[in-house]
């Protein structure tokens, strides 16, 4: 898209750009003014300014945050990675100067999540980074424990399979993931056609989930049936994987999110006992928090996850 100043030049400030990417990361001008060590006035004084440089409006303020227009979001498409490089090696200089060498490396991002996810979305999406020289320091766990762990510092970044609460947390919409009720074929030969208004027939099969309290099963079940699901598991087993895995071998039914047994499904090894026209969805959230001054390194990792989440 072309940019051009107050005189026509076609050159936009460095500066102004910079916060401008800030704010649209952050959602906020608040929580961009707090990333950026600057006054809230100081940062909605220069997207201001930005945005009578481009002529166009960069972002609808909201009662709590701002939503960023098309030309905003084409904007930090554009100018992103460039941002984030010059960032990156100003970075490297100021660790030059104070180091006893040349060979000093860029911190490693720490990125929390769930182990599922992790392993078969996240951290492929971001082996190009690694490729190219990204550090990165990866911690499986469960979503309250590492956003406690990210309020505390521990984290940079957390894929959250829940919203986070509070004001301390930045979050931004990752990815919805589809639940999906599967078993063997031999289970699905057994059972013949399910009907939503019907899961009686599951009582007589065995339930494998990840936790107790049956946490996704209850959510399919009053999403789809619209019932209380009161059947007791036969397997708890807090990995996913190992839920696929019980139930590819045939120990009973589950219910998974589609990303993680969609090979499964394609190959036969799982069956869909039922497809309703309604799925029930789970959105996942890009967790940061709201006071921490974000390195090149993170928020590269951040802009690429956003990107490639797209694609899930």
């Given at each position: 898209?072309?940019?051009?100043?107050?005189?026509?030049s076609?050159?936009?400030?460095?500066?102004?750009?910079?916060?401008?990417?800030?704010?649209?990361?952050?959602?906020?001008?608040?929580?961009?003014?707090?990333?950026?060590?600057?006054?809230?006035?100081?940062?909605?004084?220069?997207?201001?300014?930005?945005?009578?440089?481009?002529?166009?409006?960069?972002?609808?303020?909201?009662?709590?945050?701002?939503?960023?227009?098309?030309?905003?979001?084409?904007?930090?498409a554009?100018?992103?990675?460039?941002?984030?490089?010059?960032?990156?090696?100003?970075?490297?200089?100021?660790?030059?100067d104070?180091?006893?060498?040349?060979?000093?490396?860029?911190?490693?991002?720490?990125?929390?999540?769930?182990?599922?996810l992790?392993?078969?979305?996240?951290?492929?999406?971001?082996?190009?980074?690694?490729?190219?020289?990204?550090?990165?320091?990866?911690?499986?766990?469960?979503?309250?424990?590492?956003?406690?762990?990210?309020?505390?510092?521990?984290?940079?970044?957390?894929?959250?399979a829940?919203?986070?609460?509070?004001?301390?947390?930045?979050a931004?919409?990752?990815?919805?993931?589809?639940?999906?009720?599967?078993?063997?074929?031999?289970?699905?030969?057994?059972?013949?056609?399910?009907?939503?208004?019907?899961?009686?027939?599951?009582?007589?099969?065995?339930?494998?989930?990840?936790a107790?309290?049956?946490?996704?099963?209850?959510?399919?079940?009053?999403?789809?049936?619209?019932?209380?699901?009161?059947?007791?598991?036969?397997?708890?087993?807090?990995?996913?994987?190992?839920?696929?895995?019980?139930?590819?071998?045939?120990?009973?039914?589950?219910v998974?999110?589609?990303?993680?047994?969609?090979?499964?499904?394609?190959?036969?090894?799982?069956?869909?006992?039922?497809?309703?026209?309604?799925?029930?969805?789970?959105?996942?959230f890009?967790?940061?928090?709201?006071?921490?001054?974000?390195?090149?390194?993170?928020?590269?990792?951040?802009?690429?996850?956003?990107?490639?989440?797209?694609?899930?």
């Open positions: 898209m072309p940019h051009k100043n107050g005189d026509g076609g050159v936009l400030d460095l500066m102004l750009l910079r916060t401008f990417l800030a704010v649209h990361r952050a959602g906020s001008f608040t929580a961009a003014a707090r990333l950026l060590g600057l006054s809230q006035p100081a940062v909605t004084g220069q997207i201001r300014a930005l945005e009578e440089q481009l002529g166009r409006p960069l972002f609808e303020r909201l009662p709590r945050g701002v939503a960023a227009t098309t030309v905003a979001d084409e904007l930090a554009e100018i992103a990675v460039p941002l984030d490089r010059l960032a990156a090696v100003a970075g490297r200089g100021r660790a030059a104070g180091a006893a060498d040349d060979d000093v490396l860029p911190e490693p991002v720490h990125l929390g999540g769930p182990a599922e992790l392993g078969v979305r996240v951290l492929p999406a971001l082996a190009p980074l690694v490729a190219g020289g990204l550090r990165l320091r990866v911690t499986p766990g469960l979503a309250d424990d590492l956003l406690e762990g990210l309020r505390a510092g521990q984290f940079d970044l957390v894929v959250s829940i919203r986070p609460r509070g004001r301390s947390i930045l931004t919409p990752l990815m919805d993931e589809e639940f999906v009720l599967v078993a063997a074929p031999t289970w699905a030969a057994r059972l013949g056609a399910l009907s939503a208004r019907d899961p009686g027939p599951l009582r007589t099969v065995p339930l494998i989930t990840y107790e309290d049956l946490p996704i099963a209850r959510r399919y079940w009053r999403h789809v049936f619209g019932t209380r699901l009161d059947t007791q598991a036969a397997v708890v087993v807090p990995d996913l994987r190992a839920v696929r895995a019980a139930v590819a071998a045939g120990a009973g039914f589950s998974l999110p589609r990303y993680l047994c969609d090979d499964d499904l394609v190959s036969g090894t799982l069956v869909t006992l039922l497809e309703p026209e309604d799925p029930p969805l789970n959105t996942g890009l967790a940061q928090r709201a006071g921490a001054r974000a390195s090149a390194q993170v928020l590269l990792v951040r802009d690429h996850l956003l990107q490639q989440a797209k694609s899930w």
